[in-house]
C-alpha cells in the first residue's frame, strides 16, 4: 500500500533542505510561503473520494488463535469478495476499504490487497472475480469467523471476528449470520473512516493555481556542502563491498504452492543497500511479518552486529541486509526462531567484505560471539547425509554428540562432507570464505585426496596405516575439521559402541518429527486441523524406520527412554487403524465426534504423550522448554 503520509513528509524535508543550503537569507519569506502552499495542500487533499485505512488495526496478529497460513488464505478470500464491490458510492468505498483493511492486517504482503486499494484510490472499476471463486470465498471466510466468534477464541480472535461479520454481511446478506452485523460491530474507529468521510466532496485543487509559483533558484554550494560534510564522511567509511550473495542453511520454509511447512536445505539470497532515512543497521526478511519477526531479527541484530562492528571496525550507516528465498517459499517464524542467525552472519559479511563464501552453516550467534546449536540441529545435520558434497560448518557445542555418527555407521557422511566445527561467528565467517586461510586449504586438498582413493567400504580404508598417518596431519594442522578427526577415531578403534543419553535424545527427536508434525497440524483448529488415517500410519511407518535400527545400540540405562518413543510410535499405528474403523476420514485430534474408544484413547495418548517426551529430551540437552499453548494439547506452530 502506498505510504502516502510518508511521501507527504519527504516533500517537506526536501524543501527545509533546500532552505538549509540557501546562500542567502533573502530568499527566506518567498520560500517559506512556498513551503505555506505546500502544507495547506496536504491539508486540504486529506479527505479524497476514497480515503485509505490506518495502521490502528484494533487486534494483536500474533495472539490470533488460527495460523499464518490460514490468515494468508482468509486474507485472500477477503480480496476476492472486495473485488464484487463496485465502489462508484461512499458506502461501498467504505466497505472496501473494511475488507482491504482487515486482508492487509492478516497478511502485510499481500500484494492483490495492495493493488486493489491502488485501483481504488485512482478511481479505477474493480475487477470481479467468478461467481464460483465468491461463493467459495464467502462459504470459507464465514466459517473461520464462526470459529474466531467463539469463546477458545480468545479477544484478539473475537475482535477480528466482529470486523469479518460487519464485511461479509455486506456481500452476503442471505447468511444466517448476518443479521447480526446490520450495523458496524467491529472497532473500526482510527482505523477506517467513518461513511461521513467517505461522502465529502472531493476539494477544488489548489495546484492548478500555482503551478508558476516555483521555488527559487538555488546558488551552487556543493563545495561549501563538501566542506560541512566533511568530518561526517571521514566517520562513515565503512560501505559495502557488493550488494548481493547467498549461503546455504537448513530452514523450514513454507511454500505456498503446496501449502505445507518442510525442513529443507535452503538457498538464502542476499541483497544490502542504504536506508538514507534510518541510520540503524538491521536485518530483513522477504515476505515475512515485520511485526511477528521483529523480535527475532532484534535478536540476532544484538548478537552479530557488534561482532561486525568489531571484526570490519564498524557497519555501514543505515546498512540493510535483506534475505530470501525460492519464489513461494517463506521462513516459518515459530519452527526457525533465530536459526537464521548464522546465514545471516555471514551474508552481512559478505556484503562488508566481498569475499565469496561457499557452504552450508548451521547456528545461532549469541550476544558472547559464541555459536550455539539449534533447537532441532541433530535433524538438520542428519538431512545432510542425502545432500550433495558441501562444506559444513557446524558448532561447536555438538562437538560431544557428532560421534554417535560412528555408531550409526554412516561414515559415508563423514567421507563426502568436508565438516569443520566453529566456536564463534568470526571462526564461522573465516570457514565459510571459498578461498580459505592457508592451513584450512592445505588440509582441504589432503582431505580430497583421500576422499578420492576411498574405497566403498570406509571402517577398513581409513584403518590403513597410511591412510590414518594423513588422518592424523590433517588433524595436528586443522583441530576443527570434524571430518578428518572422527575418521580418525574410527580408524583408531575408538567409535562409540552404543549411543550415549545425549545422542539418543537428539536421534528420538528425529524419529519422532512425523508424528510431531501431524500431531501440531491436527491441534490447529479449522480444517486445516483434519488429517487421514493414511497420513497418521504413514508417520508411524517413518518414526518405526527411524527407531528400529537404534535398538542394538541403545544402553541398557536408556532402555525406558527408547520405550517410550517407541510406544508413541506405536500409538500413532493403533489411531490410524481406529480411523479405518469409522471410515477412514479425517478427525481432529480431540473428543468431538470420536466414535470409539480406541480412536479417543489412543489421540490423547499422542497428545499427552508428545510434549512429555519433548520435553524430557530439553532437559536432556540443556534446552529451555517449549511454552504450550492454553487452548491446545499441541503445539501451535506459526
Known amino acids: 500500500m502506498l505510504d502516502f503520509c510518508n511521501i507527504d513528509f519527504m516533500k517537506s524535508v526536501t524543501i527545509f533542505e533546500r532552505i538549509k543550503r540557501m546562500k542567502t537569507t533573502a530568499q527566506l519569506p518567498r520560500v517559506m510561503a512556498g513551503l505555506a502552499m505546500a502544507l495547506t495542500l496536504q491539508s486540504s487533499w486529506s479527505h479524497a473520494d476514497f480515503i485509505s485505512p490506518t495502521d490502528r488495526v484494533p487486534f494483536r496478529r500474533d495472539q490470533l488463535p488460527i495460523d499464518v497460513e490460514t490468515m494468508r488464505q482468509l486474507s485472500r478470500q477477503l480480496t476476492t469478495l472486495c473485488t464484487s464491490l463496485k465502489a462508484d458510492r461512499p458506502e461501498d468505498q467504505r466497505v472496501a476499504a473494511q475488507f482491504l483493511a482487515v486482508a492487509e492486517a ?47 477464541a480468545g479477544k484478539d480472535g473475537q475482535v477480528l471476528a466482529q470486523c469479518l461479520g460487519d464485511v461479509l454481511a455486506r456481500v452476503d446478506a442471505s447468511h444466517p449470520a448476518a443479521a447480526t452485523h446490520k450495523s458496524d460491530l ?146 516459518s517464524i515459530s519452527r526457525n526462531g533465530e536459526n537464521l542467525s548464522a546465514a545471516a552472519m555471514v551474508l552481512a559479511a559478505t556484503a562488508m567484505s566481498g569475499a565469496e563464501t561457499t557452504g552450508v552453516v548451521i547456528g545461532i550467534v549469541k550476544e558472547d560471539g559464541k555459536l550455539a546449536l539449534p533447537r532441532n540441529s541433530w535433524e538438520m545435520i542428519r538431512m545432510l547425509s542425502t545432500a550433495p558434497p558441501s562444506r559444513i560448518i557446524l558448532p561447536k557445542a555438538i562437538e560431544d554428540v557428532l560421534p554417535a555418527l560412528l555408531s550409526l555407521d554412516d561414515l559415508q557422511f563423514l567421507m563426502k562432507h568436508d565438516i569443520f566445527l566453529a566456536d564463534t561467528a568470526e571462526e564461522l565467517i573465516a570457514l565459510t570464505k571459498k578461498t580459505p586461510d592457508s592451513a584450512v586449504a592445505s588440509s582441504l586438498a589432503n582431505f580430497a585426496d583421500i576422499r578420492s582413493k576411498a574405497t566403498s567400504t570406509i571402517g577398513p580404508f581409513v584403518a590403513n596405516p597410511h591412510v590414518s598417518k594423513r588422518l592424523e596431519s590433517i588433524v595436528a594442522a586443522t583441530p576443527n575439521y570434524a571430518s578428518a578427526q572422527l575418521l580418525l577415531m574410527q580408524a583408531r578403534g575408538k567409535r562409540p559402541v552404543q549411543l550415549t543419553e545425549k545422542m539418543l535424545a537428539h536421534e528420538i527427536r528425529k524419529a519422532l518429527q512425523p508424528l510431531a508434525e501431524i500431531n501440531a497440524r491436527a491441534a490447529t483448529n479449522g480444517d486445516k486441523g483434519k488429517v487421514t488415517s493414511a497420513e497418521v500410519q504413514a508417520a508411524h511407518d517413518s518414526s518405526r524406520a527411524a527407531l528400529d535400527p537404534l535398538e542394538r545400540i541403545v544402553a541398557s540405562s536408556n532402555r525406558e527412554f527408547y520405550g517410550e518413543a517407541l510406544d508413541l510410535a506405536n500409538r500413532a499405528r493403533t489411531l490410524a487403524r481406529a480411523m479405518d474403523k469409522v471410515g477412514g476420514k479425517g478427525f481432529l485430534f480431540d473428543e468431538r465426534g470420536f466414535h470409539d474408544k480406541s480412536l479417543a484413547e489412543s489421540s490423547k495418548d499422542i497428545q499427552n504423550g508428545l510434549p512429555l517426551i519433548d520435553r524430557k529430551i530439553s532437559l536432556i540437552l540443556g534446552e529451555p522448554l517449549a511454552r504450550k499453548e492454553k487452548n491446545n494439547r499441541g503445539f501451535r506452530e506459526d
Open 106 to 152: 492478516l497478511d502485510p504482503v499481500n500484494r492483490q490487497a495492495s493493488e486493489l486499494l491502488e485501483q481504488l484510490i485512482s478511481k479505477q472499476a474493480l475487477q470481479a472475480a467468478g461467481d464460483a471463486e465468491l461463493t467459495h470465498a464467502k462459504a470459507r471466510a464465514w466459517r473461520t469467523q464462526a470459529w474466531l466468534a467463539s469463546d477458545e
Open 186 to 331: 467491529g472497532k473500526w474507529n482510527g482505523w477506517v473512516a467513518p461513511l461521513d468521510d467517505f461522502a465529502k466532496p472531493q476539494p477544488t485543487d489548489l495546484a492548478a493555481n500555482n503551478d508558476e509559483e516555483e521555488l527559487p533558484e538555488m546558488a551552487d554550494d556543493s563545495k561549501d556542502q563538501e566542506d560541512e560534510d566533511g568530518d561526517e564522511a571521514e566517520e562513515n567509511e565503512v560501505e559495502f563491498a557488493v550488494k548481493s550473495g547467498a549461503i546455504t542453511t537448513p530452514l523450514w520454509l513454507y511454500n505456498e504452492k503446496t501449502e505445507a511447512y518442510a525442513l529443507k536445505l535452503a538457498t538464502v539470497s542476499m541483497n544490502s543497500s542504504i536506508d538514507k532515512n534510518n541510520k540503524a543497521f538491521r536485518y530483513h526478511v522477504n515476505g515475512s511479518d515485520e511485526n511477528m519477526i521483529r523480535g527475532i531479527l532484534l535478536a540476532i541484530n544484538n548478537a552479530t552486529v557488534p561482532q561486525l562492528k568489531e571484526i570490519y571496525h564498524g557497519v555501514p550507516e543505515g546498512g540493510v541486509v535483506s534475505m530470501g528465498f525460492s519464489k513461494n517459499e517463506y521462513y
